[in-house]
């Protein structure tokens, strides 16, 4: 009864063929086969506060709105702000959903459409698929097969389930899947509003090493080639701090390929902490920390020319795409800002 086919249509056309060619796998180091980019939602990565490095304690719940102009608005509600591995895990998701994931049809109310849902509501311990109508996303992976698409390290832990790698893996990308799961999002354009999950669905099984994920409409959207940013995955795997991470999202969505832009280190810091008012020497501590965290985007082949005090600022310029390619249509859309939708 767990077997896909029990509970998708047989017929779900894979989103690599619905976006040609460029799907976004390369064949990774010691025989994976590694996706190269993810097309990632805007409203997402600018998000300021839905991603942190450090969650306030007194900070309870997660309220941010990311304004992306014309009337658009994507508010994002949760009990607490998701954290760096939560971003680092759904950049992994969004990527592996390009080549890898397939598309959730809108299916004729029949008997059997019924019968699936109802057993899905049921939740019986064999019903490990989640389902849904719509024009959305999901994948089916491994644990392992998503902590090497972001570059997790295999770790044995004896007090994981099952104490072999997987259960690790299952342990640490589980939790992270509810919290995101736990997170809403209201979009509101121009007086037209809808609402669903950061996740849509999720089931896992540690026992059987694998996790059914449905992604969200927007983030769906952006994956099969609307207005969208373009994730270095390769990039990603090769990021070692947290603070790297959350800033390189946000440049990979500001910064396109080739360009160049300046920045203020303050922003930087307001993109990656969010809270009180610090003290004059915690600030300095922020302010080392972003520009170690840019020295490391620096690393990996992007520019960066930091200005001397008072200014305090960075001028980044992003690399050329690795592949070479800088379709002009494909360009035009990452530009776009997500309107004219609902979603």
Same mark, same amino acid.
């Given at each position: ?50 991603? @942190? ?27 607490? /702000? ?24 809108? /299916?004729? @109310? ?13 939740? +019986? ?87 059914? @994920? ?12 609307? /207005? ?61 920390? @972003? ?23 960075? +001028? ?28």
């Amino acid at each position: 009864m767990g077997a896909e086919g029990d509970f998708f249509p047989a017929d779900s056309d894979t989103l690599g063929a619905a976006i040609g060619a460029d799907g976004g796998s390369t064949a990774g180091g010691g025989g994976k086969h590694l996706t190269s980019f993810a097309r990632h939602d805007r409203a997402h990565c600018l998000a300021t506060g839905l991603f @942190v490095l450090a969650p306030p304690k007194h900070m309870a719940r997660l309220d941010v709105t990311q304004d992306m102009g014309n009337g658009l608005k994507v508010r994002y509600l949760g009990p607490f /702000p998701l954290t760096a591995f939560d971003l680092r895990l759904l950049q992994g998701l969004v990527a592996l959903a390009g080549p890898r994931g397939r598309m959730v049809n809108d /299916p004729v @109310v029949t008997g059997d459409a019924k019968q699936r849902l109802a057993l899905l509501e049921a939740a +019986t311990p064999n019903v490990m698929v989640p389902v849904d109508t719509g024009e959305t996303l999901y994948i089916h992976e491994s644990y392992a097969r998503v902590a090497a698409e972001i570059g997790m390290r295999a770790q044995k832990s004896a007090t994981a389930e099952g104490g072999h790698y997987g259960g690790y893996y299952a342990t640490t990308i589980r939790a992270s899947l509810e919290r995101m799961f736990a997170t809403s999002i209201l979009v509101d354009n121009n007086g037209e509003r809808a609402g669903f999950r950061l996740i849509s669905k999720l089931a896992t099984s540690a026992r059987r090493n694998e996790l059914w @994920v449905l992604l969200n409409p927007r983030l769906s959207a952006a994956i099969a080639g609307g /207005p969208h940013a373009r994730i270095d995955m390769d990039e990603v795997r090769a990021l070692q701090s947290d603070a790297a991470r959350l800033i390189h999202q946000r440049l990979c969505t500001l910064v396109f390929p080739g360009e160049t832009r300046p920045f203020q280190l303050s922003t930087m810091i307001e993109w990656i902490y969010v809270g009180e008012e610090v003290s004059d020497r915690a600030m300095r501590k922020r302010l080392s920390t @972003v520009r170690g965290a840019m020295e490391e985007i620096a690393s990996l082949g992007w520019t960066c020319q930091f200005k001397a005090k008072p200014q305090q600022g960075v +001028t980044v310029s992003r690399p050329l795409r690795r592949d070479n390619l800088r379709k002009s249509s494909e360009s035009d859309v990452e530009r776009q800002g997500a309107q004219g939708s609902l979603l």
